[in-house]
């Protein structure tokens, strides 16, 4: 019997034995990536480093949490360092693991946070510059500061200043720390704008039927290029001079326009390139590939039911024969006061749409469809003044020339646009007039939107597109 009770109490002693064995403590364990990968169960985790946010907010940007079931080494952990990589607000991180008991492992994530901004210094810019760098850069007093919102005021500098002329400008953001204000930097933005770039010399290649001086113009008469012109030329002596990729831009295209007024609808831009000349002047380079010239052949009106074929084609003013100029052919249509669109605004026909499309093209002629879709009349519903304080409404209503229930006029519209300027008594650049059409019952709303101020000088301008108001 006591033989026994000795055999039980050492299988006692050995089964604990084993079971403390089993749960041995391994602190700070070394975890090698070249060792066969081990299932653990996260049994917590811990974080250090950052102030001032929560230990749950934290561990929740890892996608880990207690009770789930990791491979370590594997995926999990390099996943969630990732994720706060991605999250942009920490310099350094860093998952180990404090310690493994069993099949349980304690993770410990180190984070340091990005630096906070606390000043923002602007050397070598005026007051106005200064203000409008703040605008577009986007760094503001309080924000984090990460290499990504670095690089991107970089950009967004350089790009301010080369719109400006300053094709050379140079911006340097430096960051230093605040011995004041823990985790927290001084910005500055230190600017050398150098000297505003002028064109010294624009080259043209490719062009045979549109000369040089039609393309960039002469004293008294306007080219296709608008704002890029050569300094030091008398062509150009009341001409800006200024080079920026904007008006660049924006003159290649008036180049492209220029052709199509002429017929050459196939013109294109093959290359263009800027380089330095000096440190002040730039040259400009384009080659353009003409195409040929087109003519109109057929032009047919399709949907027309309130004017006829015939009055349509005398109020375009083109016929078979004439170049095929897209830039008289959009102000025939659209854009001069007796065009063809404003015969339909004017008449109410406010829901009016054309559109030009080219339906056949025999070597050097196009035949034309002109499609329209003319709609109902629309009659005016709702007439509404606002920002009306200081005069009787019946004082400024008797101004206007779209009552309600009158056919909706376009020319009726901007007559009492003018009238209401002329007042006096509101501020001609706020007069913005809002056409508001309903396409079930066939009525539109006019709302005159307005701001009180005397002014001496009243000017009034609304856009229209083929299609309708658009400003």
Same mark, same amino acid.
């Given at each position: ?44 985790? &811990? ?11 934290? *561990? ?96 967004? &500098? ?57 393309? #960039?113009?002469?004293?008294? *008469? ?16 009341? #001409? ?13 295209? #008036? ?16 290359? @263009? ?6 440190? #002040? ?7 353009? @590939?003409?195409?040929?010239? !087109? ?14 074929? /015939? ?37 109410? !026909? ?13 070597? /050097? ?12 009349? &629309? ?37 009492? &646009? ?54």
């Amino acid at each position: 019997m006591i033989n026994i009770r000795k055999i039980l109490t050492l299988l006692a002693v050995l089964a604990c034995g084993w079971s403390v064995q089993a749960q041995e403590k391994i602190v700070n364990p070394d975890i090698s990536y070249a060792g066969i990968p081990r299932s653990l169960t996260v049994g917590g985790i &811990a974080v250090s480093g950052v102030e001032g946010y929560e230990d749950f907010m934290l *561990t929740g940007i890892s996608g880990l949490s207690v009770g789930q079931t990791i491979t370590v080494p594997g995926n999990e952990v390099t996943d969630a360092v990732k994720r706060y990589w991605r999250h942009g607000l920490f310099s350094s991180v860093a998952i180990s693991a404090d310690s493994i008991v069993g099949d349980q492992i304690y993770l410990h994530i180190h984070l340091s946070v990005r630096p906070r901004v606390s000043t923002i210094n602007y050397i070598g810019l005026k007051k106005s510059e200064r203000d409008d760098m703040e605008a577009k850069l986007g760094i503001i007093k309080g924000g984090q500061l990460t290499p990504n919102i670095i690089d991107r005021a970089k950009i967004l &500098a350089k790009k301010y200043f080369d719109d400006k002329g300053y094709k050379n400008a140079e911006v340097n953001i430096r960051q230093r720390d605040d011995v004041a204000n823990k985790n927290q930097v001084i910005l500055d933005v230190e600017v050398d704008k150098k000297e505003k770039m002028r064109v010294h010399e624009i080259i043209i290649d490719g062009n045979e039927m549109l000369s040089d001086k039609k393309i #960039k113009g002469r004293l008294f *008469t306007k080219g296709a290029f608008s704002k890029t012109h050569e300094a030091g030329k008398f062509s150009t002596f009341f #001409k800006s001079k200024k080079f920026t990729p904007e008006r660049w831009k924006e003159d290649k295209q #008036k180049l492209i326009d220029k052709y199509n007024e002429y017929g050459y609808r196939d013109a294109t831009i093959l290359e @263009d390139s800027v380089w330095n000349f000096d440190e #002040k002047h730039v040259n400009v380079y384009v080659k353009v @590939d003409e195409g040929k010239k !087109y003519f109109l052949r057929n032009i047919n009106w399709v949907g027309n039911t309130v004017y006829s074929t /015939d009055y349509l084609s005398n109020v375009l003013g083109m016929k078979k024969g004439d170049v095929y100029n897209q830039k008289l052919m959009n102000k025939r249509l659209s854009e001069d006061d007796d065009a063809v669109g404003n015969n339909y605004w004017n008449n109410g !026909y406010l829901f009016y749409n054309l559109q030009p499309t080219e339906v056949n093209i025999v070597g /050097d002629s196009v035949d034309l469809e002109m499609r329209i879709v003319e709609g109902q009349q &629309a009659h005016i519903n709702h007439v509404r003044i606002n920002g009306n304080n200081r005069l009787y409404e019946n004082v400024v209503r008797r101004e206007l020339r779209t009552k309600p229930g009158d056919l909706f006029s376009k020319d009726a519209l901007m007559r009492s &646009a003018r009238e209401l300027a002329s007042m006096g008594h509101f501020d001609p650049e706020k007069i913005d007039p809002k056409v508001e059409p309903n396409y079930l019952d066939g009525t539109v709303d006019i709302n005159y939107n307005l701001e009180q101020k005397s002014n001496d000088q009243i000017e009034f301008s609304l856009g229209w597109g083929q299609t309708g108001v658009i400003g």
